[in-house]
T-cell receptor, first 116, second 114 residues
Framework: GAVVSQHPSWVICKSGTSVKIECRSL??????MFWYRQFPKQSLMLMAT?????????EQGVEKDKFLINHASLTLSTLTVTSAHPEDSSFYIC????????????FGPGTRLTVT | AQSVTQPDIHITVSEGASLELRCNYS??????LFWYVQSPGQGLQLLLKYFSGDTLVQGIKGFEAEFKRSQSSFNLRKPSVHWSDAAEYFC????????????FGKGTTLSVSS
């Protein structure tokens, strides 16, 4: 149980285009989902916290107009990287916190974004 | 501000030898602590967690960790390492602000030699 999927697992896009990444909790409902970014050989940095039915809360320094997050249902959150540039190339990881369970979250396998 | 420090960037251990990965945290109250493992191309897998109670916690794959409040540490151990344990290991603490986001250490890369 407690499986989180991400789609796509790998995407290449051209500079200036937008790309959407989906995060789904497959066998549980998630009131909260988190989006992290991981640079090569580095740690995970929290980008934003997304609660179902409300606006995402972005971390300081994260451009909310560039990284659009939508959490429309208890099993799906999406991250859209708008007008992507090469510096947005990174590994994006989502996690989901099961409803009514505190302090535990389950991670998706990640999405590798390469902007050319 | 809260932080997690993993002092060792890279550790190499012989197969069958014991392992200890260090983790120090900064937090005033009782922290909620986690160890995750990340294998190449895969997501993070929870090894074990500490919320309260017994300070020695057992996890999956034969791992254990000990919470030591006096040292602000939560070191991960395994008595006998297998080649399949080679991966990136992250220590994390729940952030104390509203919400349950995690603050991660920078990770320790474990290599296993034969």
């Amino acid at each position: 149980g407690a499986v989180v999927s991400q789609h796509p697992s790998w995407v290449i896009c051209k500079s200036g285009t937008s790309v959407k990444i989906e995060c789904r909790s497959l066998d549980f409902q998630a009131t909260t989902m988190f989006w992290y970014r991981q640079f090569p050989k580095q740690s995970l940095m929290l980008m934003a916290t997304s609660n179902e039915g409300s606006k995402a809360t972005y971390e300081q320094g994260v451009e909310k107009d560039k990284f659009l997050i939508n959490h429309a249902s208890l099993t799906l959150s999406t991250l859209t990287v708008t007008s992507a540039h090469p510096e947005d190339s990174s590994f994006y990881i989502c996690s989901a916190r099961p409803r009514l369970i505190s302090y535990e979250q389950y991670f998706g396998p990640g999405t590798r974004l390469t902007v050319t | 501000a809260q932080s997690v420090t993993q002092p060792d960037i890279h550790i190499t251990v012989s197969e069958g030898a014991s392992l200890e990965l260090r983790c120090n945290y900064s937090y005033g109250a009782t922290p909620y602590l986690f160890w995750y493992v990340q294998s190449p191309g895969q997501g993070l897998q929870l090894l074990l967690k500490y919320f309260s109670g017994d300070t020695l916690v057992q996890g999956i794959k034969g791992f254990e960790a000990e919470f030591k409040r006096s040292q602000s540490s939560f070191n991960l151990r395994k008595p006998s390492v297998h080649w399949s344990d080679a991966a990136e290991y992250f220590c994390a603490v729940v952030r104390n602000q509203a919400g349950t986001a995690l603050i991660f250490g920078k990770g320790t890369t474990l290599s296993v030699s034969s």
